[in-house]
């Protein structure tokens, strides 16, 4: 697991050139891309969500293709569309923005429902299908979505069957300020981007992407991550708890987790670690609860505060 461990300290290191004092996102990001899963980026504007996509695309080399979502944008804005070639006589397919390796899609929660419900497909399938035929998605794809607070005007909020197939959710926040000061004098005279060059290939990518699937996940964990899960579905202030994705998400983060600490095996503190994260955007509260001003975040740390942690042999292979 050295490999892919050298991996993602080279491409974070990469990211730091342009992104500043923002490791915690940046760590989170690149374990959504070993994991082959998508990131939803909430908060404000203009603390560097977009950069972060771009700055990601250049450092492994792989196409990218920015979105901006839009109330007015159509689902075959995203997709694509079918054009009927009068020269050959019949239709051909043109592809849309969403067939690049890292798409961007920028306040995802501006544009309407059915728009939005055009990424469903991509996200879980890796392909898309116009007028009946199928089209995959290169390899590795990913999505970085951004949003706005949902107290901003003009928004529609994602759809819980959406909000389900991002694996992680994460926020960057505004910098300190000896960070922000340090923005100032990289971009002074240019763009820290413009400089930035591929420091991994796709094929690394691939490589370790595969690596992380053959992490070791002892019994006794999965049944701890399954339980975490479980308890979510259960609790008194939760109206829709955890799916079964989510299940599968929290133990390949923790196997991303692992591999990027250089081990073959998951640990319980893995799956503590990735529970806010991968869970915290697909706990519904009851009104209630929302009265109260009560969390999901806070909810997944009573859950973990209470939760026995498997003891034992449990990286045992």
Not at 155 to 183: H, K, M, N
């Amino acid at each position: 697991m050295q490999s892919v461990r050298l991996l993602a300290e080279r491409v974070l290191s990469n990211l730091e050139k342009v992104i500043v004092g923002k490791r915690s996102a940046l760590e989170w990001t690149l374990v959504g891309l070993l994991c082959e899963g998508h990131v939803l980026i909430e908060d404000v504007p203009g603390v560097g969500k977009t950069m972060l996509a771009r700055s990601l695309a250049k450092s492994l080399g792989c196409s990218f293709n920015r979105l901006q979502f839009t109330p007015d944008l159509l689902p075959s804005d995203v997709t694509g569309v079918s054009i009927y070639n009068q020269q050959q006589g019949q239709f051909e397919f043109r592809p849309g923005p969403l067939f690049a390796q890292i798409v961007l899609v920028d306040e995802i929660n501006r544009a309407t429902p059915k728009t939005q419900a055009a990424l469903l497909e991509a996200m879980e399938e890796r392909q898309v299908t116009v007028d009946g035929i199928s089209h995959p998605l290169p390899r590795p794809f990913m999505v970085l979505a951004t949003q706005n607070p949902i107290e901003y005007e003009g928004t529609f909020p994602l759809p819980e069957a959406e909000l389900d197939r991002f694996l992680l959710r994460i926020r960057i926040g505004y910098p300190l300020p000896s960070d922000e000061v340090e923005i100032l004098n990289r971009q002074q005279l240019r763009h820290p981007i413009e400089l930035l060059e591929p420091t991994a290939s796709q094929e690394d990518v691939l490589q370790a992407i595969d690596l992380v699937r053959k992490v070791y996940v002892a019994e006794a964990v999965k049944r701890y991550a399954v339980e975490l899960v479980n308890r979510t579905r259960q609790h008194e202030d939760v109206y829709l708890g955890v799916s079964p994705r989510g299940s599968l998400g929290l133990v390949r983060v923790g196997q991303a987790l692992a591999a990027w600490a250089g081990r073959d095996y998951v640990l319980p503190d893995d799956i503590k670690k990735a529970a806010v994260p991968v869970l915290a955007h697909r706990i519904l509260l009851n009104p209630a609860a929302r009265l109260r001003e009560l969390t999901a975040e806070r909810i997944l740390l009573e859950i973990l505060a209470t939760l026995p942690v498997p003891g034992g042999a449990f990286s045992m292979k």
